[in-house]
């Protein structure tokens, strides 16, 4: 079992940039690919980007591409996300979760495991 908490939310003004951290206990934290997903009022909970657990690959969704990157540390059982270039439609509350040998990187249902969340909120 894995518990996952997420930081680093907060008001930004749009073209700005958050590090979102999501800091995971248990000691087979590489065992787990880490996603992202985002929840804004209204909308289902959508795809940012996953980590794999073998390290090898990254996703992300369209709509963030070239603006977020994520990363792993392995060593400190953690993954970020660094969000660059913000925009208000980024606007969300913003979920890490871990899927143990997971492939399914894009596929909320496929986790197991889920933070409460942290708030991001990007004005114009």
């Known amino acids: 079992q894995v518990q996952l908490v997420e930081s680093g939310g907060g008001l930004v003004q749009a073209g700005g940039s958050l590090r979102l951290s999501c800091a995971a206990s248990?000691?087979?934290?590489?065992?787990?690919?880490i996603g992202w997903f985002r929840q804004s009022p209204g909308k289902e909970r959508a795809f940012v980007a996953a980590f794999s657990w073998n390290g090898r690959s990254t996703d992300y969704a369209d709509s963030v591409k070239g603006r977020f990157t994520i990363s792993r540390d392995n060593a400190k059982n953690t993954v970020y996300l660094q969000m660059n270039s913000l925009k208000p439609e980024d606007t969300a509350i913003y979920y890490c979760?871990?899927?143990?040998w997971g492939s399914g990187a894009s596929m909320a249902d496929r986790y197991e495991y889920w933070g409460q969340g942290t708030q991001v909120t990007v004005s114009s």
């Open positions: 248990g000691r087979t934290f590489n065992s787990y690919t």
């Open positions: 979760a871990a899927d143990q």
